[in-house]
């Protein structure tokens, strides 16, 4: 059984950062795709960032691209998402997941919640302006 566990959400003033953690475990596949979502109120989950564990390829929405980083620390099973220059909007509930598939799928300039199938129990992270 895959375990997710987030950490590192909290409270942070309009240009902060906040690091997010996911760690995992139960599984013995080497390589997989990890991501980060997130869900503000009253919407459906969206992609944030994508990372193939195989290689540490990352890949990023738009929203979010030069201001957040995902990587991995694949000793201790973990991914990250820093997140830089926050701004009030991203406020929301941010989730980790896992795709045991071979590689991350993206469609165009997104990647869909559908795709994974594991979930950690998520993080709210909340920027005051």
């Known amino acids: 059984q895959v375990h997710l566990v987030e950490s590192g959400g909290g409270l942070v003033q309009a240009g902060g950062s906040l690091r997010l953690s996911c760690a995992a475990s139960g599984y013995t596949h080497s390589s997989r795709c990890m991501a980060w979502f997130r869900q503000f109120p009253g919407k459906e989950r969206e992609g944030v960032a994508t990372?193939?564990?195989?290689?540490?390829?990352?890949g990023y929405v738009d929203s979010v691209k030069g201001r957040f980083t995902i990587s991995q620390d694949n000793a201790l099973s973990t991914v990250y998402l820093q997140m830089d220059s926050l701004k009030p909007e991203d406020t929301a509930v941010y989730y980790c997941a896992a795709d045991l598939r071979a590689w991350c799928i993206w469609y165009g300039d997104y990647f869909r919640a559908r795709d994974f199938g594991y979930w950690g129990q998520g993080t709210q992270v909340t920027v005051s302006s």
């Open positions: 990372i193939y564990t195989g290689t540490g390829s990352p």
